[in-house]
């Protein structure tokens, strides 16, 4: 059995004090000096300040570490991606986000020396579409999800997936519940006690690794080692326009008057680096687990592009596939329920134009519907020519769009994309094209749909306009259980 991996991931948003800035500093090299690499989320309001304050320093301290990315923005959002997501159509939301994320990710690439090789939300501000657009822009790795993680890594929407909600631990021990009391303004919290602290660490840590999780991820802030509260807290909060029924948020930027906060003493800084030393000492020491990079994880799972499928393999997908509407395995890869029916359009699509199914077809790697499929109420009746129809408008949707539509005509025939995929299915399994198939209707997704992080595939946030409900894309989340395949590890 394989060692679990261990994510250190520090979400690196602070860019109002510069004690954050020392804070990081220090980080990166206790955990440089144990010989462990960290994960670094910066947001590009963060890299962008490192870089004004002159902080080569910090920088060239990362540069033994992980470089990952927490979006542009922290709070002054030009439109939160929960909105714009929620809202707009799938292109227009795609394109918003490319114009919101795309320079902050080439900030945060052009400061620190690397391109982020992961991504993760930062106060829920996330969207399918926003993910989409940060895999269309080079990021390989989504280390969050809607809802409860994933079972496991797998692969959605083009990007490796790393569910970090409930199999993480903090690295911040029991910081946090300190409140400022503007009558008592000198007062501060009293320093961490180091050895219970890496005691209650290790006891969590340990309770982790019993559950038999894939991977830990200890996630921290760098700004927490310096402060004693928690930096922002008074700028939690967002105007809005009074229009229609949820209102959107005002003109950007908001303007906010940003108010320091409470910092730690030097005694309660420098014991909670005492101890946070101590556990990277104790985690280095370990031979059951592997402290990594989200990239060598990638590396471990990841597959080459351009893999073909035989003819023989192709029909062992459709068989598979009716015995279970669920991702597949063969030839050594993982196919989606997605990739799975371009594969099966594609050998069908290839007969129109050659008379006979192709030696062999290429897997493309493609993204689920992004509107609500159509579910028919009756069964449907596939005449071969039909089927050969729907294939083709299918096919040449995917190369158009990259994506599966979300209802298909073929002639008289009206059909959802899973309802298609069972019927080539059914077709392929066998020796010959039947003259017709039939095929009962399905619910629309893929039985992968259970999973927890497309049941509750929803968005919240503090930045979530009055009565915000997140419909689009919760629709939309649980609508990329088609594009949800299991990591092979190599």
Known sequence: MSKPYVFICFDTEDPIHPEADDALLRLAKTFGRAGLPACFFMVGEKARMLRERGRKDAL???????????GNYWFEYPEPALVYGNEDPWDSAVQKALAYETPGLQDVAEITGQFPVSTCQHQHNHSPATNYALAQAGVRIWNGGFGAPLEGMGWIMGMFVVGRHSRSLSSQGTWGGFQFN???PGRRPRAVNPAEELRQFKERFDAQLEQGNSHIVILGHPTCWALAEWWGWYEWSLPFRGEGEHPRPGLYPHGRQWQRVVTRS???????FKWTAQAARWLAGRNDIQVTTLEQALRDHSEPDGTWLSRGQVRSVARKL???FDPVDVAGTSLSVAD???VLASAVEFMLANRGLPGHVQVRRTLGPVEEVLIP?????????NLMMAARQLVNFVNGHGRLPHAIRAHHVDCGPGELLLALSQALAADRLPDSVTVEPTAG??????????????AASSHAPPGYEPTQIHMQGRQQSWSYRPAIRR
């Open 322 to 324: 009716l015995k279970q």
């Open 60 to 70: 060239d301290a990362l540069r033994e570490h992980e470089i990952d990315y927490h």
């Open 377 to 385: 109420s009756r069964p449907v009746t596939f005449k071969r020519q």
């Open 445 to 458: 997704v893929p039985d992968c749909v259970a999973m927890e992080c497309f049941a509750r595939a929803s």
């Open 340 to 342: 799975a029916l371009f």
């Open 182 to 184: 503007p009558q008592q």
């Open 266 to 272: 030097r005694a309660d800084t420098d014991a909670h």
